[in-house]
């Protein structure tokens, strides 16, 4: 059993920035896909970034592309979510998961381990 604890949410101001970050218990392999997924409340998991814990090219979704990075360190097994240019809409519950599968990069329902979720709150 894997477990996954993230952590770095916070209070920000908009036009702000935070780094996320999600630890795993245990190494991960190659074939694994490392997401981000966002939760306000009272809508749907939204997918936000995943990247391949081998090194594969990382995907976004459109709303926070080219403002959100997502990045791995084996060494620390972690993953990280960088979000710069913070807006209000960018306000959720942010948490990270392992699609063991490989498929379905966008997809919860792909995703076999979670953390609890860390809360990012963006301020106007």
């Known amino acids: 059993q894997v477990q996954l604890v993230e952590s770095g949410g916070g209070l920000v101001q908009a036009g702000g920035s935070l780094r996320l970050s999600c630890a795993a218990s245990q190494r991960t392999f190659g074939s694994y896909l490392m997401g981000w997924f966002r939760q306000a409340p009272g809508k749907e998991h939204e997918f936000v970034a995943a990247i391949w814990w081998s090194g594969g090219g990382p995907t976004y979704a459109d709303s926070v592309k080219g403002r959100f990075t997502i990045s791995r360190d084996h060494a620390k097994n972690t993953v990280y979510l960088q979000m710069n240019s913070l807006k209000p809409e960018d306000t959720a519950v942010y948490s990270c998961?392992?699609?063991?599968?490989?498929?379905?990069?966008?997809?919860?329902?792909?995703?076999?381990?979670w953390g609890q979720g860390t809360q990012v709150t963006v301020s106007s």
């Open positions: 998961a392992i699609n063991t599968g490989g498929r379905g990069a966008a997809n919860p329902a792909e995703y076999r381990y």
